[in-house]
């Protein structure tokens, strides 16, 4: 059914709560004179938006990373005195459907191959109209709105009448043009036009249209205190991985415990869903993993047909394939179909292969609890493996990197940025599954490399990427628009 034959009530905006977060939590990990810096620019950004609200909207409270950012991105603002907020917009599965596809089509990539038409524009341009007409009744004249990625530029125009200044936020994107990238864009340009800047991940991803006076570069990073990225005891590490269903049992109902996002004591009691040939893994099992959505860009397909060609002979490596359940990711309709071909890909593995593959999906439920699940997972992994074949940024890179482990990672989008040499090993043809296969085995063969690059890649995401010239940068925007 057409969007325009539907209540507008059936699109709201709702609110995600999000605790603030202790900002002097860094000090002792950056040291004084980076956590000094954050503290003059925050200081800085709260005393012009004095009064004012900042805004956020995206497509999903959960199941992605742009999820993710906004929870630490929000919660840290908050604790600096500024009015900061969370909302998600609302859709049909037509328009999610349309979205995707934009978003595969700014990777360069067709998706599902439907159309990008005049009908699709429509769609869209209802949708998010009507998401506007409810966010309309929140912002007002002189906050800072920041809409994030292809669902929601629809709602910039009706944003800016309210004299709010808007902000469009790109996390995808492709280093050089095609066809593809050419018509994602001519569908978005005509919505972004309002907007008074733009941040993107990465220089390259700029479409040579934008005014690049009005464009800021700003790359992700992780927060260390995360459920996601916390420290967490090898016991605890073990105790999770018996609770969801990887590891065997051992008799014992303990749950691991980590600590929520808003400072309580969270315990990891729910079990994944895994399809897996053969009886649990044991604690000294080596173990790879991919942690990603169910999409065809992150090849998780590939990731597995790759290790079955190269792991012939080591009977005590396995491949764990980690994703979220997909009754939970409302914004990705390719989710359920991509993880039918991974489940019908793996049972046609030979059954050496097959009993030392699985795949893994994380229940949703809880955020908080899933991101403790993935980061157990990691610290697990003898190896972890980011093998897309087009990526935006690819924050799980960074996030392995900072829990010590090796990574082996494709030379494509922000993976490029978060890799140097030596700190983990960049795979130039992400599409050559006998490569990869190769190199793995290799990697495995060497527990004294996997050891030092992991090493080397903790120190580099310390250097880079912990959150600090994340949010400064966001600091500065906020106070350049609150002038």
Known sequence: MAATARDPHDYLVREVDVPARDLSRFEPLIGFDRYSELKRTAGASSRSLQGRTVWNFNSTASGGGVAEMLEVLVGYIKNVGIDSRWHVMTGDAEFFSITKRVHNRLHGASGDAGALGSTEAEHYAAVTAANATSARGLVRRSDVVLLHDPQTAGMAAALAETGARVVWRCHVGREGTNHMTDEAWSFLRPHLAACEAYIFSRRQYVPQWMDTSRVRIIPP?????????????????????????????????????????????????RQARIIQDGPSLRPDDRLVIQVSRWDRLKDMRGVMEGFALGMSGYADSHLALVGPQMDAVIDDPEGVEVFEECASAWQALPAQARRRVRLVSLPMDDVDENAAMVNALQRHATVIVQKSLMEGFGLTVAEGMWKGRAVIASHVGGIIDQISSGTGILLEDPADLAEFGRTLTELLAHPVEITQLGSRARQHVLDHFVGDEHLEAYARLIEWLGT
Do not use: Y
């Open 221 to 269: 990073s992780i927060d260390p205190f995360s459920p996601k990225n916390q420290e967490m005891s090898d016991v605890d590490v073990i105790r999770t991985l018996r609770r969801i269903g990887l590891l065997e049992p051992d008799g014992s109902s303990t749950p691991g415990t980590f600590v929520r996002n808003d400072g309580r004591p969270g315990l990891i009691e």
